[in-house]
């Protein structure tokens, strides 16, 4: 059913129109006259400490949190916040020893890093890995998720043109480079929060009134804790026989503090230390620019959950005293990936085109942030050293935007019909989950790269590859071939894919450690230091006074929430 009316159209068009014309100033005012690889792709030392900050955070937060994580918020609760306030720490990290090493050594690209540690077979390899990660599980999700959320509310016909869309909007943004999409974030980020926490004001509102208790966001957040106090831990006990089975479901999502000590730290570091898409925003800047911007996004990332999350479970506690029937439901079954959208049909007309535009706002933002790295990768680390050598920068200019409709084009065709079953596993999850497939191997990879000299570029190869094979065999062999308990694991039946499974989260530790043992057994082989070691001295990861305070504020904010909610 159409649930938006003419003055919702017109807010969501007045944000079309002020990120676009935003846009093309920026373009205008800082445009070269023969624009380089550098400026496109880098926006190489034009982005500001908060440009840097909110495009980490415009970027990253997308269709898979407000709808993923919403949905995880609807059966999980607040446990799926670890994502959040755990990638804050890792951004600390990453702010203070990773982001040295790269502008140090003038890396641009994640592939260029491997190049220059340890050699050209290493760096193909994982371009290729990139590449299909970012087109297939990333660009092609966060489409699906979008259209999907935003179709609930234009209307059930709307879901292929919302798509064309969507497309369209991201390319304008990432044809115009990274400065583009680096200053226009800002303004993607301010819509996203105030449309975010509009919504979920309301949504709390809802709440107290569903409830009986007024009309008061306050009320409805006690009303809600005191209504789904299973919803309001961290950790998950570890199953036993006699364990319902929706909680073996949320375990093997979320697997207790066993995750603590294994996959949570791989996901978070991988994704915010080695990923082009999100380590691109601060490679252009000089070293406390970069710190600043990326502490700046820590900061904002750890009051995400209330904008993606708590309407999640708002919509869980609604649900569970008779409201959305509807909405919850798809062909008769209930969607936890339907919660954000259920909860968008409370706000009235105008406030329900903001959080449309909030919507938007995040997903144009990702798809442009991620088809720019998908851009860089593909020209940089493969059409420039494979293809052609001798191309000029304004020739690798527009191959890199040619790249940019090529990877949106294929993104439409496996959006169309849902090809990879993304509804299916639920969006969240299904990210985190492939993406999964290769993060242990390259974290390995990268965190021997940075701070062991002995690390050599077989042992890379070997690496990476064992990586991606050790995590198909713990997610889909493992049980199988060894068995539902060992030493190493407890799997568990997965009542969704109807099989003894073993929490991915776990399935990726175990995956980073043994590949990482193979790792330094190999190059205890090789020479006591290899040649291409990165010189590494304490000087690099000094922090100024100013940094300092920012990473106290950061860590004490984690601390009282994690006490508060344990």
Known sequence: MKQLVTADYIV?????????????????????????????????????????????????????QFIGMSGNGFTLGVAVAAYEWLAAIALIIVAVWFIPIYLKNKIYTMPQFLSTRYNETVSLIMAVFWLFLYVFVNLTSILFLGALAISSLVGPDSFHPIVIGLSLFAIVITLGGMKVIGFTDVIQVLVLIIGGLVTTYLALVKVSEVMGLGSSAVTGFQAMIANADDHFHMIFEKPTANTPQVEVNKYLTLPGIAMYLAGQWIVNLNYWGCNQYITQRALGADLQTARTGILFAALLKLFMPLIVMVPGIAAYVIFKNGGLQAEMATNGKVMADNAYSAVLTFLPSGLKGLSVAALTAAIVASLAGKANSISTIFTLDIYQKYIKPQANQQQLVWVGRLTILAAMLISIGFTWQDSLGIGGEGGFTFIQKYTGYVSPGIFAVFILGFFWKRTTGAAAVTGILLGLGLAVLFNDFAPKLFGNETLLYTAFFNSNSGQMEIPFLIC???????????????????????????????????????????????????????????
């Open 508 to 566: 990726m530790g175990w995956s980073f450690v043994f590949t990482v043992l193979t790792m330094v057994a190999m190059s205890l082989a090789g020479p006591k230091i290899n040649p291409k070691a990165f010189v590494i001295d304490a000087s690099m990861f000094r922090v100024s006074p100013s940094t300092t305070t920012m990473i106290v504020i950061i860590l004490v904010i984690i601390s009282a929430l994690y006490i508060r909610f344990w």
């Open 12 to 64: 969501f068009l007045l944000y079309f129109i002020g990120v676009s014309a935003y846009g093309y100033w920026i373009y205008k005012r800082k445009q070269t006259k023969n624009q380089d690889t550098k400026d496109f792709f880098l926006a190489e030392g034009s982005l500001t400490w908060w440009a840097i900050g909110a495009s980490l955070i415009a970027s990253n937060i997308s269709a898979e």
